[in-house]
């Protein structure tokens, strides 16, 4: 990732970047059964959190001084097919960072929101709004300590032909 590669260069490869992937389709916190909810009842492939966690412990097993640890979240757009997701994914939210901070040990770990495009559909716009109010810096009553949002790259031609939900390559890049 790009970021992975600006953090080496920044501190003049001081410090040693581990990425581990975790991350599938279907990014829903909202429901007893959403993939992401520390709390789901899904099962096998579909439980997000739990692997989560499993794969980071894993990892930081196996990485000797480690520094700390980073999470960078991408999506929600499973979310918008919920009704009145507005009302749920602020506490949702709140209550994914606040427990994958403690699952991890990590209890001022940053989260980074790679925000969407508002021009994909009018529940990404809403989404991308929702999503910023996230940032510890916003100054709205959903803000998390420690959460940065960084919106995506304006413009439809982002993403691939045909798919109105996943990035294009370049875009990727761009987004880190």
């Given at each position: 990732m790009?970021?992975?590669?600006?953090?080496?260069?920044l501190t003049k490869?001081?410090?040693?970047?581990?990425?581990?992937?975790?991350?599938?389709?279907?990014?829903?916190?909202?429901?007893a059964?959403?993939?992401?909810?520390?709390?789901?009842t899904?099962t096998?492939?579909?439980?997000?959190?739990?692997?989560?966690?499993?794969?980071?412990?894993a990892?930081?097993?196996?990485?000797?001084?480690r520094?700390?640890?980073?999470?960078?979240?991408?999506?929600?757009?499973?979310d918008?097919?919920?009704?009145n997701?507005?009302?749920q994914?602020p506490?949702a939210f709140?209550?994914f960072?606040?427990r994958?901070?403690?699952?991890?040990?990590?209890?001022?770990m940053?989260?980074?929101?790679?925000?969407?495009t508002?021009?994909?559909?009018?529940?990404a716009?809403q989404?991308?709004?929702m999503?910023a109010?996230?940032d510890?810096?916003?100054?709205?009553?959903?803000?998390?300590p420690?959460?940065?949002y960084?919106?995506?790259?304006?413009g439809?031609h982002w993403?691939?032909?045909?798919d109105?939900?996943h990035?294009?390559?370049?875009?990727?890049?761009?987004?880190?």
């Amino acid at each position: 990732m790009a970021i992975a590669r600006r953090i080496v260069s920044l501190t003049k490869g001081a410090v040693r970047v581990v990425i581990v992937p975790v991350s599938k389709s279907t990014t829903g916190l909202l429901g007893a059964d959403a993939p992401w909810n520390p709390d789901t009842t899904a099962t096998g492939d579909n439980r997000r959190y739990p692997i989560m966690i499993s794969t980071h412990q894993a990892a930081i097993a196996q990485i000797p001084n480690r520094v700390g640890t980073m999470l960078i979240w991408s999506g929600n757009e499973y979310d918008l097919n919920v009704a009145n997701w507005q009302a749920q994914l602020p506490p949702a939210f709140r209550n994914f960072v606040t427990r994958a901070r403690a699952d991890m040990g990590q209890p001022t770990m940053p989260v980074i929101i790679l925000g969407t495009t508002a021009e994909r559909n009018a529940g990404a716009g809403q989404l991308a709004q929702m999503q910023a109010t996230f940032d510890a810096d916003s100054g709205s009553p959903n803000a998390i300590p420690g959460v940065k949002y960084l919106p995506g790259p304006q413009g439809t031609h982002w993403y691939n032909v045909g798919d109105d939900v996943h990035w294009a390559t370049e875009a990727n890049r761009i987004r880190g």
